[in-house]
């Protein structure tokens, strides 16, 4: 495979899988996601390891853990991508060990990072040594960085040297959803930083601007959203301090930087859910009900919004513009669709959306 041009950041979920099935052949062959397997149960929090483990039904969470792998490489069809096991790295061991062990035998590569405990860097490390198929290293940028990341990535490198495998660098931002953010100097320094520790295979940087919550304004039913993170990306590599080495762009997809710390499926029991879409610059977005009598009008309504936007590229773009202008068409409750339903197609028209500009602006 050549190098990816987009890394999405993405859930294990079946959403998000089905969403990168749906993308178009020539969409899939470039875009490498970094999958990360949501927890069985108990919310977490990506880069903070709980006190003791959580889950407290091990052979649950075994099948949890296999279930997603099983997904991920039916998703993935043999094309490369990473896979972020940290939420269930702090359970007992054996579990995760024997992810790793299956691991082994797809394309999928594994992730540590610099927070991660020793053992499991060097767990790691053994698995991409016998796969072949390499491993990144993830690092969670939450403040500006200075010399000690540095030293702390490159006494990781050192550590699994042994390897003699290619190692992918993922810089992720986590969200970035206010111009005024330093993220892009954020990004420079450690780009500075951790760029000449090692000859990286690829160089990721991520960062997700979709909101949590909805924000106030544009005009109803829709509301829209800044893409700060493609932003971000601009500056980085058409800006005046452009990096020494290329940087592959990386966000969240269709959703926000929390999307794979919760279990269970998109959605929930909330009586509200969000219909997206993604423009050049923003995103647009609709608050639909999930329930009561005269929910699948609502949706309709709000995604016919979308539809006749003038930034709406055609039901023939992707899967994902299939499903919305089909959605606007149609009649009663068939096809109006759930939160998960909405969210996968979220995804599809994002990711095709994306890799469209980029080979644009290659």
């Not at 990004?187 to 000859?199: D, E, K, M, V």
């Not at 080495?245 to 969000?274: E, L, M, N, R």
Request: charged content about 25%; some cysteine.
């Amino acid at each position: 495979m050549t190098e990816p041009i987009y890394v999405p950041a993405l859930p294990a979920r079946r959403s998000a899988l089905g969403a990168y099935d749906a993308l178009a052949p020539d969409v899939r062959a470039r875009v490498a996601p970094l999958w990360t397997v949501p927890p069985r149960v108990g919310a977490r929090r990506l880069g903070r390891r709980p006190f003791r483990p959580l889950d407290p039904d091990p052979p649950a969470l075994l099948g949890h853990l296999r279930a997603a792998l099983h997904r991920l490489m039916a998703a993935q069809n043999g094309l490369p991508a990473w896979v972020d096991a940290f939420h269930a790295e702090d359970e007992p061991g054996h579990l995760v060990t024997e992810f790793r062990r299956d691991l082994v035998r797809t394309s999928l590569r594994p992730v540590t990072g610099i927070e991660r405990d020793i053992g499991q860097q060097m767990a790691t490390a053994e698995v991409a040594r016998a796969s072949g198929s390499g491993l990144g290293i993830r690092v969670l940028l939450r403040t500006l960085p200075d010399e000690r990341l540095r030293d702390e990535a490159g006494g990781l490198v050192e550590r699994i040297a042994f390897a003699r495998c290619p190692v992918d660098l993922l810089l992720d931002l986590g969200g970035v959803v206010d111009e005024h953010a330093p993220a892009e100097k954020w990004a420079l320094r450690a780009l500075g930083l951790l760029g000449p520790l090692h000859r990286w295979r690829t160089v990721a940087v991520l960062a997700g601007s979709f909101p949590r919550v909805l924000p106030e304004g544009y005009g109803a039913p829709l509301v829209e959203a800044h893409r700060f993170d493609w932003d971000l990306w601009h500056m980085l590599v058409d800006g005046p301090e452009r990096p020494g080495t290329h940087v592959v762009y990386g966000d969240y997809g269709a959703d926000h930087t929390g999307g794979a710390d919760h279990p269970g499926t998109a959605g929930g029991g909330s009586p509200w859910g969000v219909v997206r879409y993604t423009t050049d610059r923003t995103f647009l977005l609709g608050r639909v009900p999930t329930r009561g009598s005269e929910h699948s009008e609502a949706v309709r309504a709000t995604v016919r919004e979308i539809v006749e936007a003038e930034d709406f590229r055609g039901a023939e773009f992707s899967e994902g513009e299939r499903w919305l202008a089909s959605c606007a068409d149609g009649r009663g409750s068939a096809g109006a669709g759930t939160p998960a339903v909405w969210l996968r197609a979220g995804h599809v028209q994002h990711i095709a959306q994306v890799t469209r500009a980029l080979r644009r602006h290659s």
